[in-house]
């Protein structure tokens, strides 16, 4: 079990830090909520289709709850927000502003019903990874561009209903089928933004015939790497590990989004990168060190 926790962890790490700059390509020629829609329903329909044919049983009302929460949390509010805000700011300030999902899952924690106030290194784990995301948010960092405030706000916000939601994934009472209870989550997130997506007009201004071919494989990558392997992987960790342990990914994904941009998107990285990705690893070290020996 804990080989298979650290497994799945580096595949957040690693999946979830390259799917910013996938989701930058993707929006090159795709709508954000109809490429976040299109993303997660494709994608919960092929894990629903798994979980059938595995003997996954009949879907109830009560499965719905947690489904539509959950997807509306995650997915419409978290990942769709993401998207969104990537017109107005680049995918490396996502990931950035991304980081601070810990924090509020710290926050969320403390209050009822858990009570569960951090303590020791897995505090200042949180402290110090705040601090690495500060270094990468510095003037100097950023060549003194003004940060759209808006773009940024929304990333918060989808930090928020992350941390928020992913809480809510806990403490639902486990679906007789694991899998059929993450595909119904993904299925009820992608029907709400590809909703959001009709309401606000995307399907009017989207032809398929102009995507370009670096779009199409970014959306595939996202269903497949991004949805299938990364998102099914999270929700089973959340199950398995606490919430701190498993959010120290996104103090990760910038260093991960940060290198890909270098290598992939000619990106700058500085001196300054570098330090605060030192810090933003001396961070996870911390956090896991903390909830390896029980002081969370």
């Known amino acids: 079990m804990k080989r298979g926790v650290v497994l799945g962890l580096l595949v957040l790490y690693v999946v979830w830090g390259s799917t910013y700059l996938a989701i930058r390509f993707g929006l090159e020629s795709i709508p954000p909520f109809l490429m976040s829609g299109l993303r997660y329903f ?26 539509f929460t959950c997807g509306a949390l995650l997915l419409l509010c978290g990942n769709g927000g993401v998207v969104w805000a990537e017109q107005r700011i680049s995918s490396g300030l996502a990931a950035l502003l991304i980081a601070t999902e810990p924090l509020f899952i710290v926050l969320l924690q403390a209050l009822p019903p858990e009570r569960h106030v951090p303590r020791g290194r897995a505090l200042f784990g949180v402290a110090l990874g705040l601090l690495g995301v500060a270094l990468l948010l510095s003037p100097a960092r950023l060549g003194g561009e003004r940060v759209d405030l808006l773009g940024a706000a929304v990333v918060l916000f989808a930090a928020f209903t992350w941390a928020l939601g992913s809480l809510f994934a806990r403490r639902f009472t486990p679906a007789r089928s694991p899998l059929q209870a993450t595909a119904l989550q993904m299925l009820a997130g992608g029907a709400l933004l590809l909703a959001l997506s009709t309401a606000v007009g995307e399907w009017a201004r989207f032809s398929p015939a102009h995507v370009s071919a670096r779009s199409w494989a970014a959306l595939l990558y996202l269903m497949v790497f991004g949805s299938l392997l990364g998102f099914t992987v999270y929700v089973w960790l959340l199950r398995t590990a606490s919430p701190n342990l498993v959010s120290t990914y996104a103090f990760v994904n910038p260093v991960v989004a940060m290198f890909l941009g270098w290598l992939l998107a000619a990106e700058p990285v500085s001196l300054r990168t570098l330090l605060a990705a030192a810090v933003i690893v001396g961070a996870v070290v911390l956090m896991t060190q903390a909830e390896a020996s029980g002081r969370t």
């Open 42 to 67: 494709v994608a919960g329909a092929i894990l629903f289709a798994a979980a059938k044919r595995m003997g996954a049983p009949r879907i109830e009302a009560r499965d719905l709850v947690p489904a």
